[in-house]
């Protein structure tokens, strides 16, 4: 199964982060990792893993917020030089583009995972597992 | 399928007879007002002299700037049979302007607002709710009892609370209803919200839009979003309110109804009379109001008139869809440019809504424009590139339009400045603020 995390429109501007995030907050949703990636015309996108995508996505878009679910991979990282960069190789050969990637340290501080927002998860899951990369299922992303 | 088979089917020669005689009785009655009174005495105005209806361009011409400056009663003609209304403009950019009726006006009113809505398909059968604020605004008061003297029932709904409107039309099987069409699109995201769809679950099967400029494709998603067809209205308060042009069936330009009306259409900086089928400023004269005649007014409205017979068959003109008012045209780097062409623009994409906020600023000594349009949830995906190649895609085809390339700025749903009432669409930061 393919994980999801929840991307949502907002404007670049005072208070706005705040508006997403009491929405959470209310409906008592965790965010275990985010990023925001803003353009120069003033807007952004906001991708947050959350514990209950489907259902933030949903209470997100019924206040208002024009928010979707991607497809995300999420890949355990090993401490060794070198990891990433071999990684991406696979991605790169394979001429998959990555959308946007962003990472985590995990509740034992030593671990950390990789999201990877790109447009074809399940290649993506494929290739990894046959380049013997550890991928995370969806009930061990959701419950990081 | 004609409210006046007769008058609505006049031949040509006989309607231009009607409007010669009308046009002598409303010189006549015009002649006993302040304004007129002056001006004829100055001009010198033979009404004798005017043999064919086209010698109507010998009268001066009666300006928007005239009814302000001789505001409030310059203009009453008779006070003999006297006033029994007035409606008044908001003057947010100066002296209001005034117009008074008689109570044969009203009646002449309302009679043509009757003619208008059963040419655009509203019968006595039909529940009609109108829409629209009440009181000084004439869409209000006008619609109510042309649609009364047409004998529909009629729901003085007024404006605002979408939640009641809808209430009110689930009552009552609205079946028609008057309202701006800016107004119909938040309507609709009301209607989803609370999970009803307009099309299956009212008994809605006739719009009529007007007193706000919008471009065929706003027409056409209203008529999808809805599933009902929608007709153009054009009025203007100083030639009473609605019921001036109107659509028919064909939905091909707005009948004017030349019995009532003197149409003319002219070339805005000679000021000559253009052809038919020539786009320019809209000038009309009254033909049967007593109170507050008024002679070869200037709308500032920009259309043309259609050229070819409408298969209707009425003889009346056709206007074309107004392109915009003269005092909306922004000036910009030398290019003329209406909100008008930017809106049909930004009607090609799905992915925006349909407010909009054009803003025009001074940046560094040049004219710069920027267009804010909504981001729409159901067509948000979470990739930016393709929002990024969106707001290109967009500023390349306004460009190709007005040859002025606007950034894009997306921004969230429900943001843009509402009024109350019409819709805010240009901002002009470069001029200072006219006084309210």
């Excluded at chain 1, 890949?75 to 050969?93: C, N, S």
């Excluded at chain 2, 700037?65 to 209304?85: E, M, N, Q």
Aim: glycine share 8%.
């Amino acid at each position: 199964m393919i994980a999801h995390q929840v991307s949502v429109f907002l404007e670049n501007k005072p208070g706005r982060l705040e508006k997403i995030t009491a929405v959470l907050k209310e409906q008592q949703l965790n965010i275990r990792a985010m990023t925001l990636s803003t353009s120069t015309a003033g807007w952004g996108i906001l991708n947050l893993l959350a514990d209950q995508p489907e259902r933030a996505c949903q209470v997100l878009t019924a206040a208002g917020h024009p928010a979707a679910l991607r497809e995300i991979v999420v890949v355990k990282m090993t401490d060794a030089p070198g990891t990433l960069h071999d990684m991406l190789l696979l991605l790169a050969k394979a001429g998959l583009n990555v959308q946007n990637a962003y990472g985590t340290v995990l509740g034992d501080q030593r671990s950390a995972i990789l999201v990877i927002d790109v447009e074809d998860a399940e290649s993506v899951q494929q290739i990894f597992s046959e380049a013997g990369v550890e991928t995370l299922s969806t009930e061990q992303v959701y419950r990081i | 399928m004609y409210w006046e088979p007769e008058i609505e089917q006049l031949p040509l020669a006989r309607l231009q007879q009607l409007q010669l005689e009308r046009l002598h009785k409303t010189i006549e009655c015009a002649g006993r007002s302040p304004f007129y009174q002056q001006q004829f005495a100055s001009g010198g105005v033979a009404v004798e002299q005017l043999r064919h209806i086209d010698d109507i361009r010998s009268l001066p011409f009666t300006t928007k700037d005239d009814l302000r400056s001789h505001f409030p009663y310059g203009f009453l003609a008779d006070p003999k049979d006297g006033p029994v209304r007035l409606h008044c403009s908001s003057g947010t950019t100066g002296n209001p302007t005034v117009i008074f009726h008689n109570q044969h006006d009203l009646a002449s009113w309302a009679n043509l607002v009757a003619r208008s809505l059963y040419c655009a398909g509203v019968r006595p059968t039909d529940v009609f709710q109108n829409i629209c604020g009440y009181g000084l605004f004439t869409g209000g008061l006008g619609f109510q009892y042309g649609a009364e003297h047409l004998g529909a029932l009629v729901i003085p709904a007024a404006a605002g609370n979408s939640r009641r409107q809808i209430k009110l039309m689930q009552d009552f099987a609205t079946t028609a209803v008057h309202t701006i069409p800016s107004y119909l699109l938040r309507l609709h995201s009301v209607f989803t919200e609370l999970g009803i769809d307009p099309r299956r679950d009212t008994d809605l099967r006739l719009f009529v839009i007007g007193a706000e400029p919008h471009s065929e494709g706003q027409r056409r998603r209203i008529e999808e979003l809805f599933g009902v067809s929608a007709y153009n209205s054009y009025g203007l308060s100083e030639m009473n309110g609605p019921g001036v042009a109107f659509e028919c069936q064909q939905q091909n330009g707005l009948h004017i109804w030349e019995d009532c009306f003197v149409v003319e259409i002219i070339d805005q900086e000679t000021l000559e009379p253009l052809p038919d089928g020539e786009f320019g400023e809209l000038v009309l004269t009254t033909l049967d109001r007593q109170a507050m005649p008024l002679l070869r007014y200037r709308t500032r409205d920009l259309t043309r008139i259609l050229p070819e017979p409408c298969p209707c068959g009425r003889t009346h003109r056709r206007l074309d869809r107004i392109t915009g008012r003269s005092d909306d045209m922004l000036i910009l780097k030398g290019c003329n440019i209406f909100p008008m062409q930017i809106e049909k623009v930004l009607m090609r994409f799905a992915e925006v809504g349909s407010d909009y906020l054009i803003v025009v600023e001074n940046r560094n000594g040049s004219d710069e424009m920027q267009i804010q349009v909504e981001v729409q949830k159901e067509w948000f995906t979470g990739n930016m590139e393709a929002l990024e190649n969106l707001s290109r895609k967009i500023s390349h085809e306004v460009r190709d339009e007005i040859l002025v390339t606007p950034a894009i700025c997306l921004v969230e749903p429900g943001s843009l400045p509402k009024s109350e009432g019409k819709a805010v669409r240009v901002q002009d930061l470069r001029k200072p603020q006219e006084s309210v």
